[in-house]
Nanobody, 121 residues
Framework: VQLQASGGGLVHTGGSLRLSCAAS????????MGWFRQAPGKEREFVAG???????YYTDSVKGRFAISRDNAKNTVYLQMNNLKPEDTAVYYC????????????????WGQGTLVTVSS
C-alpha cells in the first residue's frame, strides 16, 4: 500500500495550493483519509479529515481557509488551501485508515511521504 502526496511548493502569504494524495494497493473508500502537518521543531498535528460519508473535520486554525475532499473513483484525497499564512509552513502528510476521524496520528496506519509547503511573508 502506498500513499503518494504531491502539490506542495512555495507561495506568498494569501496564496493558494492544492495538495493531492493518491493511494494505491488498497481502496480506502470505506475509511477516513486525512491530512497532518509538521513544522520544524514541532510535533505532527492534525489538519483535516474526511470520512466515508464525506463528513469533514478541521483544526480550528484552518477553518474557512482549507477544504478537504476525496474522489473515491481515483482513491485520492485533496486539500485545497487558500489564504495561506506563514504559520502554515510545514511538511504536509496524508494519512488513511480507520472509520472515525481522529486528530491522533497513531489512529492512522497508512502514511504518505510528505510534501513541503512554504509560505513566505
Amino acid at each position: 500500500v502506498q500513499l503518494q502526496a504531491s502539490g506542495g511548493g512555495l507561495v506568498h502569504t494569501g496564496g493558494s495550493l492544492r495538495l493531492s494524495c493518491a493511494a494505491s494497493g488498497r481502496a480506502f473508500v470505506n475509511n477516513v483519509m486525512g491530512w497532518f502537518r509538521q513544522a520544524p521543531g514541532k510535533e505532527r498535528e492534525f489538519v483535516a479529515g474526511i470520512n466515508r460519508a464525506f463528513g469533514t473535520y478541521y483544526t480550528d486554525s484552518v477553518k474557512g481557509r482549507f477544504a478537504i475532499s476525496r474522489d473515491n473513483a481515483k482513491n485520492t484525497v485533496y486539500l485545497q488551501m487558500n489564504n495561506l499564512k506563514p504559520e502554515d509552513t510545514a511538511v504536509y502528510y496524508c494519512a488513511a485508515d480507520g472509520l472515525v476521524i481522529s486528530i491522533r496520528p497513531d489512529a492512522y496506519d497508512y502514511w504518505g511521504q510528505g510534501t513541503l509547503v512554504t509560505v513566505s511573508s
